[in-house]
């Protein structure tokens, strides 16, 4: 919420300039917008530094469309992510600066690119299939203002893969690393670095991979203490959290 | 592993001051112990910046004391968790400085008190039975060099409990949020601060609760970005990895 | 069943005014009518105080409009589940009266609008998404005689959204959330009020939700008392059970 | 909350008889008392109309006890779920009413014996090893004050069991069916009336009963629509929303 | 095996009549054909009293064909399960016998009719989703030379749809019942007859149902003991089982 | 129940030589004895052959002792399964006849030893490990008049052990076969009989064993046809259906 | 990697013939390729045997193609899995020796037909619909120099099949079982050989076999003691094992 | 079996030396010794290379010991996995030789010490708590006939560790690797070496690992092609395949 804005109401309520129910309204909308379908969050990028991301699955076209508009008036960054190509061209008509990235199936708008962070981010995949996911940590990372490191297809069969890639991976401020079968790439760079390690696992596999739980479980049990874990696929909360880590802040 | 003593040997190497075989065996010193039954590692300090934590569990006590007397010759400050009260009367007997602390079930070492962190972090639990797992993360920042702030018994059900605790959250560089039953509170949580949040499922509850799987899920499904998961009961960790987010840190 | 009915063939069989193969017929047809492939239950009206619903999936489509024929002549409210809109066009060739309603799937037949509620009911949702299954819950319970205020999009991760409807909640007889993901917004509402809150899973999520087993194991395990579970995406159930609380009730 | 006093609260502090300091500590203090490692929440009886249930699983005996004395001196009737006889001594120097139920594992404090109900409450067991927690239940709903008919050992497989009471369950406000195993109970009993039934699982099995999860299935796809359902072995949850189902309501 | 023209064999060898491998060519063709991708049993009419059913999925349609051509020479009766029409089309052109069965998607060969068992098989359902698998049974056990009566839609929340039928199922030698959901319908018919129940899960259902594990489980832990189980969707199991059980039998 | 008793009273009813009230009392004890914590059942004789088995786990010693008391009044058979030896005590007290079998952990009283079946019945083990489970059902078999022939450890392994039994298992009107670990020893048997083969899965194993799940799922997914499931370790329920299949059966 | 030139490439260092930057980058290139989306392993032949196999799902056919190109320059045999005919006909384009086997969907390329083996490797299936699996080991091992037996449709509910292979089965050096359903047959031919038995669960089956998990828990239980496990239909990873099995080998 | 024994057996059965009756009980004595509880393998020595272990779990004393008195008369090596030392006392009042491996809990005899294997195996563990499931894999290989060189606390997290083993991993022909946790190490030493890598997932680790379901399934779904898996905590299993692939082998 915008706390100055806030203060601002509630003196002028204190004050009798402003009565009761009025003062309940305008102070209700600093937080949201009820469009029937959803309550667009307006307040979100003071809470956590970002818009709200909208997830595209389960929701129609219409009202992926609906709450972009709404919340591209607000914020200049924006994201789509589970989405398709034809919400991509519906968006477009609305903000001409949206990029369509097709393999992690994700609307991006970045119309602020100013540099946040005081670090790099590593985002790093086991293979060549978890690149989608890993592909959507990074967007959404650089959305964020942070500059990224990709590091494709060095899983722990070819251990001199990673190996190879220790300076770049001990230079950066956090890592994000997307793995699927078995899961095990989180550790091994744990292993490596002194910063934290988000572990994404992804889907990638066959038989008791179980849609990308095998790997989970490999991240939740991971043997390096420097690893925390998001969920199957989830290569939007990796970067989005990667981003909050990488942020420079300041006691307030 | 300690560079500028590891450079020292390469010149002495190449400079044929130190033959093959010998360098090699200095060098591979430089990164671990071998005592038999384990390979304790006095590079991790370097590497992770931190000593390793010995995990008590599954190892005879005569293990874990062996351990423990490697490690604190070079290590300030350590822990051991999973163990129990009897092993903290045999290391106190090699390391003084040695602390018993019963709810979390852990020996700490803390000989360098040395403040680490940009901020302070939050820990925060549920309910009162989460308290021994919180206190593990807790007690391990600590060790780290952070300062902590505790939260005790905020669970969603009584939602104004957490929302009476909101400043202290929003002023923190991380949260720590343990949970068991359905695991919610990381997610309000999640909403109310920009920080990260740092979700410990704990095994209490009954029933459907499995033994800390469905706060597990829980967690990993939450509708908040900045909320990442580590394993059932791992206060440890979280507490490990929100000490790394705290650290002040320089690009290199 | 009928009692009155029964009563008078008991009378009769007594009297001998009614053989016992005759009595045994008809009183076996106050309970129901076999169509060979479905034993449509007149009886369950009284039994349960509405007609029983066509649960669609599983059956053909002659199926469905058979079972709905039957009932349509005993029964002046009637619910189609898990339906498509083909189904709807044969089952309106039989009775005008029926409406379809899209995001629901769902055929509505109601033709009696009486009110049959002490109060009104809430229903909920968490996210944009949650809406089909929560329409299905609040579409029952209109037929079956309440009043329903739909509140949608307050999900956990902006606890202020949920705050800000929280009168309207402690006005309810009974509230209905459902929630997918983590779903953790029945605690939240649970803590909230005074009254019953039945909490919906719904299938919404990716990776470890599971295709909504993470929201129902978290509902089951909710640390609110006042909170009970329906089956995943059962919508239907969460108003029926809804209604029959909100029923005016008199001692027998 | 006490509405009351918080509009008092409220008045003094716009007419400034009361500082911003002091407003907030007051009007915090209405809502819960932090004794250190609980919040004892003093408003939940306003919120949910009963007192907080002390789980006492996971508490030391010494948290238990502090939590019953600060929570016996607000409200009339208390539960300690899930302790034990020692504890039930202790608590029965704070508190003379204390009683302790073996059978549920539970003390009891009832100070108000008060009616709240509009009928009766049925309980209701598969079998005689479902008898401790439907005893949990039972006993809840009779702390909050209802009237309570407990049925045992009709399960199934003797289906003339439960028909010979069928009057009796048909007269109820609300039934509570506990059973273990295939859990099919609650099925046949929501046939048999047309109230809300509140389905507990219960662990009681073995093999492929999984501490109750095949109960907890069985129940959660109950083709009997008034079925809703709580955590395995979960009685005093169905106790506690059985009483909210039965209690007298009025609008606001 | 055919014995008697085994003992030829054994006879002939032994008199010299044959020599080794002409022997053992000979005993081994009794058991089976090898068509390739197949060992075509001709044996197994004598081992279990029926000849092999052809299980269709996971096989070409060519060898779908090209077994049941083998098998149509040796065995007057025949099914193939889990196949579909244009199989059919391709084994009518061998068979002229051949029936297709829509609703359990079989293609049944029953050239004998003899009746083989002592008394009727009843087969009942739970729904009208149900009746695809209990016809798969209730064709099996035609097929093996039974009487059956089928018994649709009597599931357990209107047990008086099953009461009404109690007779029937009484005079049945063995009761065969597929339910979906909850599973609850073989106790309750288990407690109600005297005979063997053979319970079939289906995967009718949909949620926490789990495509059938629900029912599975369920039927697994029947309080009625006369209840065996065999695996979800399996009615053509059901059926062969319950031939077996009718089947007349001498002590050897 | 007694229908010869039934129709007396019945027709006493009609005569109006017995009243409604005193009827309806008297029929209702036909079926059971309510002895407060149980519904003692003296019908289920002859509704299933055979009285209700004790299942001892779950129930205080008292109240098992009670149940049987009451039972063996009427019915010369008894098993109490699930025990231990001091029950066994108190039960001898009662009934002089009471035998304690060790590894089965089950008190028969058997004193009716007439013989019912028209055949044999095979009880075999894979391991020795599964006799345990395996004497209940041969324990049971014989309570209810059967001639059993036991056959252990016969495991898949080494294969050549079950072949030699190949002529005994031949002989049987019915086969149950106990397995843990890979749960594979039925479908052999079942490939090498021609009756029914009821398959006992044990929790005997480690690891992936899961206590017994996956014996059960490979029993479930046998591919032979003539295969059906109990519950884990359910010897007496395998026991009793074996019975019932075993029986000489007259139409009725 | 290619030792001998690495030893080179460290002397030329050392003499200073080569600089710190080149010898790194040449190094490095003795490990794999680069090209964006993956890295391609030259080196593997070298550690393992035989050249990387593409598993070409979750990669675009692009990738593949891209891929393959790269290996074929260094690698005489080669193997695409999980691929389809459009992608074989680009590979066709580029190696023309490749082949395209159906039921495998595998591309194969073996320009180098040289035995590598000992002695022979045996490829059995339990049934017609796990011959795909099966033949994607027996065509990897051949790829890898091996002499291989197929044994089709030899599942243990006939065992007769099974015995009657027992010759060829005991002259082999290791042999490879796929079985779906209960997969029992990796612990009969585990009782019949002295070699190594790689079991290959298949996700052949339906309803509780739940995509071939049931086959792979009864094969890690298997009680055969020779019997290790590779993952649901990794046909592959059988057939590479077994390969190393029989390889010719001496004593570094 | 002892083919020479057996064909002497048949040479006089076919001669009339030898009834029918005697031989079949003479070939069938050559298979097993039936003991009542269990059915003595004679025979596998010739059918595996080794003599059945004994499992102790499950069996009584009294059988344990009994099954080794008659083992130890045909079989100069033995092994008792899963026992107690006061079975070992038992045990060594038999056979003098008799070792205690505290560790692994295990009973040794080794009376026949000569050398069977081509190479060495590698025995590897991730951690110190592996130790024990990796010492009975050591043990049993030993007593089979191979050199074994151990390799403890190598895991991932401090993949420097695993690396300065790497030539002796490679010099091995078969390596065997415990890891519990994420159970990531074979991967990695797949990876690093050209022979068979059979990976072990142990039961070490706490909430997610679920008893070494986590590690089983990270091993299942290994990235590396040379890695099979035997049950967890089957450390007997591990090396007794392991010394199957390092025996000496010569085609038949």
């Known amino acids: 919420m915008d706390l100055g804005r806030l203060e601002k109401l509630l003196s002028a ?3 009798d300039e402003l009565g009761l129910t009025e003062a309940a309204r305008q102070i209700s909308e600093l937080h949201f917008e009820d469009v029937g379908y959803a309550r667009v969050d307006h307040s979100r990028a003071t809470r956590q530094g ?5 997830f595209g699955a389960g929701k129609t076209r219409e009202q992926v469309v609906g709450i972009v508009e709404r919340l591209a008036k607000h914020s200049p960054n924006l994201l789509v992510t589970h989405t398709d190509e034809g919400t991509f061209g519906e968006v477009r008509n609305i903000v001409s600066e949206a990029e369509w990235h097709e393999s992690a199936r994700l609307i991006r708008i970045q119309r602020d690119t100013s540099e946040l962070g005081v670090g790099e981010i590593a985002v790093v ?4 299939s978890d690149i989608p996911v890993a592909e959507e940590a990074a967007l959404t990372a650089e959305a964020m203002g942070n500059r990224v490191k990709r590091v494709w297809d060095v899983g722990v069969a070819g251990i001199h893969r990673v190996l190879a890639e220790r300076s770049l991976l001990q230079s950066a401020r956090v890592a994000i690393v997307a793995a ?3 899961g095990a790439l989180p550790s091994v760079v744990g292993g490596l670095v002194s910063v934290p390690v988000i572990a994404v696992p992804t889907s990638i596999g066959y038989g008791a991979s179980f849609g990308g739980v095998a790997a989970l479980l490999g991240m939740l049990n991971s ?8 969920n199957i696929d989830n290569g939007f909360g990796a970067g989005f959290v990667a981003s909050l880590i990488n942020r420079k802040w300041e006691p307030v």
Chains 1, 2, 3, 4, 5, 6, 7, 8 share one sequence.
């Open 125 to 128: 995949t086991a293979g060549t």
């Open 223 to 230: 043997c390096a203490s420097n690893v925390t874990v998001v």
């Open 13 to 15: 309520y204190k004050k």
């Open 50 to 54: 970002f818009p709200e991301v909208v």
């Open 180 to 182: 699927g079968m078995e």
